[in-house]
Each structure stands twice: as structure tokens, then as C-alpha cells.
T-cell receptor, first 110, second 111 residues
């Protein structure tokens, strides 16, 4: 039982490049989330999904897109990367009150 | 907009001492989480507090929730160096179980 798996763990992007952060869970959770954590700060919600085909914006959605075609997968797309998107990205899933976080993706935009 | 405030933001304490971290939040919620984060790591779940008056203890850590005061506390008893980490509280809101995090309390326990 792997829980929530994120890939890649680290990535350096140049300004203007695009990439997709992958997130998959094997717990059959309906709810999935993307958070970002800037240095010395708490996590902020980017996007979330309550089930396959349903997504919605969180607190800081600008510059990102998501899709949820299956229960298991919830990729986060960065278009036209900017230095302000340098952060650590955490994917999470939940069922009821139990939350499971992935190990994170550390992204640097230069 | 829900605001979650923690204090202190930084806490340096000696081994063996007691201290409390406070988490205030601005809107009604009866679900609160405490997490621990070590440098470069993901979040480790410590406690889930599900109702007013809830108290949970694990080792040297004890968490409580007062939903009327919109306040949760994380009490550290007889601190040891291994407790050095950043501690976050997070409040659950909405039908999609979204979490709003505090800014964290960086705890440094000195020998």
C-alpha cells in the first residue's frame, strides 16, 4: 500500500517552461488536493477535487491547472513557469477526517 | 476568509522545560489537525481533534481544542531534543474537507 506517490521529487525549470507534477493514490480516496509550501510558511491550497471529473480552485490557483480523469490520479500542470512558483508542492488525499500527504516535489524556477 | 494564526512563530527551549503552542482560527470549525514537519520532509500527522473539548496525548505532546474560543493548544512536557521540528495546526473547512494551515511554529530544543 503506497499511499500518495508524487513524482518527480526535485525539478529545476527555466522561466517560461511547462511541466506536470504527477500524483497518484491507491487508497480509493475521493478527495484529492494540491498544496504549495513556500519557505518558512504553512501550506496553501492550489486546487482540489472531490471526485473524478470534478475540480475546483483553492486559495492560490493562478498559473496552475489540474485534471482528474480517474480516482487515482490528480496531476498538476504548470504553464509558463515563473520564479514565484518556486516552492515545495504537496499532493494529498482524504477520506472522512483522515488525510494522507505525499512526500513532496521541490521545484525551482530559474 | 479563514485565518489561522499560530504563536509563537519560533520557540527555543531547554530540554526538560514545558511550553505551549497556540493556534487561533477565525471561523467556526470543529475539526483541527496538528502536524510535525522535519526539514526537507513531508508532514507527519500528530493529532486530529474532532469535537469541542477534545484532548489527545501522545508521549510528551498533548493537544486540546476549544471550538467556542476557536483555540487549540499543543502542550510540550519535559521537552527533549528529538522534538525539534516545525509544528503546524490546520483547520478543516467546507464540504470538500479543505485544510487551512497556520504559518507554523519552529521549535528548537537545546541540550
Amino acid at each position: 500500500n503506497a499511499g500518495v506517490t508524487q513524482t518527480p521529487k526535485f525539478r529545476i525549470l527555466k522561466i517560461g517552461q511547462s511541466m506536470t507534477l504527477q500524483c497518484t493514490q491507491d487508497m480509493n480516496h475521493n478527495y484529492m488536493y494540491w498544496y504549495r509550501q513556500d519557505p518558512g510558511m504553512g501550506l496553501k491550497l492550489i486546487y482540489y477535487s472531490v471526485g473524478a471529473g470534478i475540480t475546483d480552485k483553492g486559495e492560490v490557483p493562478n498559473g496552475y491547472n489540474v485534471s482528474r480523469s480517474t480516482t487515482e490520479d490528480f496531476p498538476l500542470r504548470l504553464e509558463l513557469a515563473a520564479p514565484s512558483q518556486t516552492s515545495v508542492y504537496f499532493c494529498a488525499s482524504s477520506y472522512g477526517y483522515g488525510y494522507t500527504f505525499g512526500s513532496g516535489t521541490r521545484l525551482t524556477v530559474v | 476568509e479563514l485565518k489561522v494564526e499560530q504563536n509563537p512563530l519560533f520557540l527555543s527551549m531547554q530540554e526538560g522545560k514545558n511550553y505551549t503552542i497556540y493556534c487561533n482560527y477565525s471561523t467556526t470549525s470543529d475539526r483541527l489537525y496538528w502536524y510535525r514537519q522535519d526539514p526537507g520532509k513531508s508532514l507527519e500527522s500528530l493529532f486530529v481533534l474532532l469535537s469541542n473539548g477534545a484532548v489527545k496525548q501522545e508521549g510528551r505532546l498533548m493537544a486540546s481544542l476549544d471550538t467556542k474560543a476557536r483555540l487549540s493548544t499543543l502542550h510540550i512536557t519535559a521537552a527533549v531534543h528529538d522534538l525539534s521540528a516545525t509544528y503546524f495546526c490546520a483547520v478543516l473547512t467546507g464540504t470538500a474537507s479543505k485544510l487551512t494551515f497556520g504559518t507554523g511554529t519552529r521549535l528548537q530544543v537545546t541540550l
